[in-house]
């Protein structure tokens, strides 16, 4: 058994009326490892999450968790992994203290080890204090962070994370990504991760697979990925969506790909700094004026638009 490693071989998922949400995905991450999962709304993450845990199953192919079947081992395969997904189902009624109680029960656990757990785990995601507060009263913040926790309460070498940050203020956003990097480098947790915000996995992944209508489009390390481009990114800002509509306009045969976001246009070159006179000479002959203009490498999010020719998050 290979406790903490995930494998999957050619996993197709077809749903009713013909819909394929999955076309053959193959992937491993190794024991330990911090992986993430990305793709656009639509793009498969979810369906692959889901099937790896067994709550739905694949048409065809084949996934292997600790090395257990997901199919024909699902409660070894529960028992190997811990799963917050991007809904949570923390009853309101209840305290922080009495849910992890709960769940710690629910895993076997002695009512006296489930206490001690309960207590354990409330240390570390900082809610000591508000243990014996009902969870209808938490921040959003706070339920994130309880959910964390219910799902590290059997101890599993897996850990799943469906969008763990959405909707978090920067603070709350930093403070789980510290207890997730601990989770791995402490613990030696493999960690698999779907997010919409590409900078935590930039920040957080040793390795990056990006999915797209059902298929992986590519893979490897947010160092990698970028080097991968092999093209600079000029960015210029514009002083407001209309010049820059028009700047787009202007400069699209001087790009290999651009973009454009309200005011901001960003175009993808090779040699930038040789570019770079072009990009002036063409927006001065139109009187055409930017507020900034900048050069530099591509990010993990210039990446994602080159291969899925969309902003993470969008449809």
Known sequence: MSAGTIEVYDLQKTFKGDVQALKGVSLSVGKGEFFAFLGPNGAGKSTTIQILTTLISPTSGRALVSGYDVLTQPEQVRLEIGVALQETGIDPALTGRELLEIQARHFGMSSVAAKKRAVELLEKINLTEDANRRCGNYSGGMRRRLDLALSLVHRPNILFLDEPTTGL????????????????????????????????????????????????????????????????????????????????????????????????????VEDGTRRLPDFVRTLDAESLQIHSLNLAPPTLDDVFIQVTGKKEGTA
């Open 169 to 268: 203020d920067p603070v709350n956003r930093i403070a789980i990504w510290e207890e997730i990097r601990n989770l791995n480098q402490q613990l030696g947790t493999t960690i698999f991760l779907t997010t919409q915000y590409l900078e935590e996995a930039d920040q957080l992944a040793e390795r990056i697979s990006i999915i797209d209508k059902g298929q992986i489009v590519i893979s490897g390390t947010p160092k990698e990925l970028k080097r991968r481009i092999g093209m600079d990114v000029i960015e210029m800002h514009f002083a407001d969506e209309a010049a820059a509509t028009r700047g787009a306009q202007l400069l699209a045969g001087l790009c290999k790909q651009h973009t454009q976001q309200r005011e901001i246009v960003k175009c993808f």
